[in-house]
C-alpha cells in the first residue's frame, strides 16, 4: 500500500485549490438541469410605488455588523499565488460598499502556514464582516478547537464558517468521508469559539430537518448553499484519476435542493435564525427573490470570481450593477427597505413556461 506523507498532502491540497480555481472559471461545472427555483417566482410590479428611488435604504445588520448592502462575496478561494490577488481585490472592494466576505478552506494554512497570507485580506479590509472557512468534516480529522480559533485568528475574523460537502467529498479522490458524529462536534465548537459558528453546504442545499438540527446544536446562522449554481461534483468529477471517480462525479452532476427550496423550507420552520442565500445566484433580481424569500444576507460566488480574475475594477463594477439592480426591484415593488420587501407578499410562484 502506497503511504501518503504529510508533505505530499499539503502539496496536493495546494494542487486540489489552483485546479478548482481554473475549472470554475474555465471547465464546463455549472448546473444544466436543476436550478436555483427563483425562475419559479416573479415579483408584483408596482407601475405607482409612492417613493423616490433615492429613498431606498439597503443597509442592514448581519451577526451584529452593519453592512451598506445585504450582499455576501462567498467563500471561494486561498492557498495559491492567484488567490492572493483574487482575494485582495474582493477585499478591497467590500471594503469600499461594505459588503460581507468569505474566503475558501483554511485547512492548508493549517498544513502549510507560509500560505495562510493568501487568505490575510484584514488590512485592506478593516471593517468588513469577514468569514473564516473550514470543512466541518475536518473536525473528525485532527482539526479542534484551537485549530479553529487559529484560523480566525489569522483572518481576524468575526465568525468561522464550517462547510458540509459530503457528495464533494465522495467524489473527490481520497476524499474524507467519515462524517459520523460531526453534530455533537460542532455544538462544541459552538460553545468554545468566542466568536459566532455558521454552517454552509457548497452547493447541494441544506433541508429543514438538517436546519433544524443544526440551530438545535446552537449555530448561528445557515447558508443554504443550494443547487444551481457550479456543482462541486462536476469539478472534481474533472479533477478525477480514475474511472470510478469521474464515473461518480457525472452520476452526481445534478445533485441537490434548489435554493428557493432550502430557503422556503427553512424559513418555514425557523422564522428567526439567520439565513444566507447562496447557489446560482448571478444578479441583483435574484437578491431581491432571495431576500423576498426570507434570507437575510445573499451569496454570490462564480460571478465575483469571474471579475476578481480580470480586476478590481471590473469587482467595483459587479457590485454597483447589482446594487443598482437589487434597488430597481426594491422600487418596482414599492420597498423603501430590505425589511419592507421581506413583508409586502410581492413574491408571487408562478408556474414553469
Known sequence: MTTISPGNIATEIESRKADHLRLCLEGDVQFQHVT?????????????????????????TFLGKNLGAPLLISSMTGGTELALLVNTRLATVA????????????????????????????????????????????????????????????????????????????????????????????AQLGQQLPVPVVVKE???????????????????????????????????????????????????????????????????????IPLIASGGLRNGLDVAKGIALGADLAGLARPFLEAAVESEAAVDELVEILIAELETALFCTGNATLLELKNSGALQRVDKV
Open 202 to 272: 457548497v452547493g447541494n442545499g441544506i433541508s429543514a430537518a438538517i436546519a433544524q438540527k443544526l440551530i438545535e446544536a446552537g449555530v448561528s446562522a445557515i447558508d443554504v448553499a443550494g443547487a444551481g449554481g457550479t456543482s462541486w461534483a462536476k469539478v472534481e468529477s474533472e479533477r478525477a484519476k480514475d474511472h470510478k471517480q469521474r464515473r461518480l462525479g457525472q452520476t452526481f452532476a445534478e445533485w441537490g435542493l434548489p435554493t428557493a427550496e432550502c430557503l422556503n423550507s427553512i424559513r418555514a420552520i425557523a422564522p428567526t
Open 36 to 60: 436555483s427555483g427563483f425562475e419559479s417566482y416573479r415579483f408584483t410590479h408596482c407601475c405607482l410605488p409612492e417613493l423616490n428611488r433615492s429613498d431606498i435604504n439597503l443597509q442592514t
Open 95 to 186: 471594503q469600499r460598499y461594505r459588503l460581507a466576505m468569505g474566503v475558501g478552506s483554511q485547512r492548508i494554512a493549517i498544513e502549510q502556514p507560509h500560505l495562510a497570507s493568501t487568505f490575510a485580506v484584514r488590512s485592506v479590509a478593516p471593517d468588513i464582516l469577514l468569514f473564516a472557512n473550514l470543512g466541518a468534516v475536518q473536525l473528525n480529522y485532527g482539526c479542534g478547537v484551537d485549530e479553529c480559533l487559529h484560523l480566525v485568528n489569522l483572518l481576524e475574523a468575526d465568525a468561522l464558517i464550517l462547510h458540509l460537502n459530503p457528495l464533494q467529498e465522495c467524489v473527490q479522490s481520497r476524499g474524507d468521508t467519515n462524517f459520523r458524529g460531526l453534530l455533537s462536534k460542532i
